[in-house]
């Protein structure tokens, strides 16, 4: 017999680090609610207006996202527990730019993706992001015949509706 929960069991996610130019410098934030959509050209986030981060995408008109890998869960933590108003969080990573001279990407993520502001859903006190994705970049060692293996990023994920912890990805059940 199923259970009935008040919650989004729409989960996992990927947990993701975004990356903005605030005041001049690189600020990541962690965001666990990402997605993309019209088959990889977009991808949406929501996040709070107040916070740090949202000030330099509508500034800038361009974001990062950057996919952790399990090494960087001292730094995921610090970005989803600290405003880049109190904390300089520029310090925690390699940053690099792409074409994007605004999207500040992280080069100790296994995959970093630089995107230009679309458009945004305001509703009230969190504004939905949408993003197009102008370049992706991948660190060569995850490639194997162009072929990106996942299990080997090691991609953090996070259980919404749960327990709400972060979980590893797990084993591949088809192969193509």
């Known amino acids: 017999m199923k259970q009935p929960l008040n919650a989004n069991l729409l989960s996992p996610l990927l947990v993701v680090l975004i990356g903005a130019v605030v005041d ?5 934030m962690v965001v666990g609610y990402v997605a993309p ?15 740090y ?13 950057n996919i952790p890998n399990e090494l960087l869960l001292a730094e995921i933590n610090i970005c989803g527990s600290t405003s880049g108003r109190d904390v300089d969080k520029s310090t925690l990573f390699d940053t690099f730019y792409g074409g994007l001279k605004t999207a500040p990407m992280i080069r100790q993520c296994p ?5 230009e502001l679309h458009d945004t859903l305001d509703y009230g006190e969190n504004v939905g992001i ?3 994705v102008v370049k992706s970049y991948v660190d060569q060692k995850y490639l194997h015949d162009g ?8 991609p953090i994920i996070w259980a919404t509706g749960g327990d709400f912890n972060y979980y590893g990805l797990g084993n ?5």
């Open 24 to 28: 001049g410098r690189p600020n990541y």
């Open 37 to 51: 959509f019209d088959f990889g050209k977009h991808i949406f986030f929501s996040l709070y207006k107040k916070r």
């Open 53 to 65: 981060t949202h000030q330099g995408i509508m500034e800038n008109k361009t974001f990062s996202v």
């Open 111 to 115: 995959i970093a993706i630089g995107c």
């Open 130 to 132: 949408i993003g197009r």
């Open 147 to 154: 072929n990106l293996d996942f299990r080997e990023i090691r």
């Open 172 to 176: 591949r059940v088809v192969r193509r």
